[in-house]
């Protein structure tokens, strides 16, 4: 999984360029509260956006550790079948096999009901952290979107779009939250 990209830096950065043009007019305070609640927000989308290459990272090296053991299943399984098919080739050529390869058949099966259980449980990880990897996503996506809409609304003097902007920031809050508390 790739890096979420973060167009807000520059969103942000151009928005409070304008802002600062506006506020040395000394019209419409407001543009210096839309300057600082999109900061906010852009740090919120940095933090969640850190959080969503985590666990896309995470997801991805669980998945390899969970492919390593279904090889080592394999491997297992392979051996005992090996082992099997030497002790009845030997039992064809009218010769008693060797105690021992019973043994070691019955525990590479009881080593593969390990493995097998530890190849799903990190199976299991992977996919918990590819769902919280795709909440965060959410929540970065509607972060930048409110600083994109906030950065209009200075650009176009309207109000309504700044309210917008903090409706989309507070639904990436809940995504924030719902990506690592819930």
Request: hydrophobic share 50%; net charge neutral.
């Amino acid at each position: 999984m790739g890096e979420i990209e973060d167009f807000s830096e520059s969103i942000h950065e151009q928005s409070n360029e304008h802002a600062h043009h506006i506020l040395a007019e000394g019209k419409e305070k407001w543009v210096l509260y839309v300057a600082l609640t999109t900061a906010i927000v852009a740090v919120l989308a940095a933090i969640t956006g850190l959080l969503a290459g985590d666990h896309a990272d995470e997801a991805m090296l669980a998945q390899i550790r969970s492919s390593d053991q279904w090889a080592f299943y394999q491997a297992k399984s392979i051996k005992s079948e090996i082992i099997a098919g030497a002790n009845k080739t030997i039992l064809a050529l009218g010769k008693k096999p060797a105690a021992q390869d019973s043994a070691k058949i019955k525990s590479n099966k009881a080593d593969q009901a390990k493995i097998m259980a530890e190849a799903k449980r990190l199976d299991n990880e992977s996919h918990e952290h590819v769902a919280k990897h795709k909440i965060l996503a959410r929540g970065v996506t509607l972060f930048q979107v409110a600083i994109a809409i906030g950065a209009i609304s200075i650009i176009t003097k309207r109000k309504s779009l700044w309210f917008a902007s903090m409706g989309f920031a507070v639904i990436g809050i809940f995504f924030l939250l719902q990506g690592t508390v819930f």
